[in-house]
Nanobody, 123 residues
Framework: QVQLVESGGGLVQAGGSLRLSCAAS????????MAWFRRAPEKEREFVAA???????YYADSVKGRFTISRDNAKNTVYLQMNSLKPEDTAIYYC?????????????????WGQGTQVTVSS
C-alpha cells in the first residue's frame, strides 16, 4: 500500500516558481512509477510529468522546459519544480503512483493518489 501527501501549492505571480512535494509511504515505493497530474477549472485531469524508479522522465508538451520532476528514493519523496509559471498553469495538482513499469499518461492507470494541492498563478 502507498499513501501520498502533497505540499507546496500556493499563489504565485506569472513568471515565478513553485516546488511541489509528494511524500510517499510504502515498502516498495522505489519500484513505483510516480507522476503528476493536474485539473484546471472545468477541465478533466491531465498528465503533467512522470518519473520511473530509475529516474527516466517524461513531460507533457505544455510544461516541457519549464517543469522538472525528480525523486529522492531515500526520502520517499517526489518533487515537481515549476518555473516560468503561466496563468494557464492554474490547477489542482495531484501526485500519483503506479506499481507498473510503463509510464502511463492517463490517470486511470494509477493506483494511488494524493489529495491534491492548489496552484494559482496570477497575471
Amino acid at each position: 500500500q502507498v499513501q501520498l501527501v502533497e505540499s507546496g501549492g500556493g499563489l504565485v505571480q506569472a513568471g515565478g516558481s513553485l516546488r511541489l512535494s509528494c511524500a510517499a509511504s510504502g515498502r516498495t515505493f522505489s519500484n513505483y512509477v510516480m507522476a503528476w497530474f493536474r485539473r484546471a477549472p472545468e477541465k478533466e485531469r491531465e498528465f503533467v510529468a512522470a518519473i520511473s524508479w530509475s529516474g527516466s522522465t517524461y513531460y507533457a508538451d505544455s510544461v516541457k522546459g519549464r517543469f522538472t520532476i525528480s525523486r529522492d528514493n531515500a526520502k520517499n519523496t517526489v518533487y515537481l519544480q515549476m518555473n516560468s509559471l503561466k496563468p494557464e498553469d492554474t490547477a489542482i495538482y495531484y501526485c500519483a503512483a503506479d506499481s507498473g513499469i510503463i509510464m502511463r499518461l492517463t490517470p486511470n492507470y494509477y493506483d494511488y493518489w494524493g489529495q491534491g494541492t492548489q496552484v494559482t498563478v496570477s497575471s
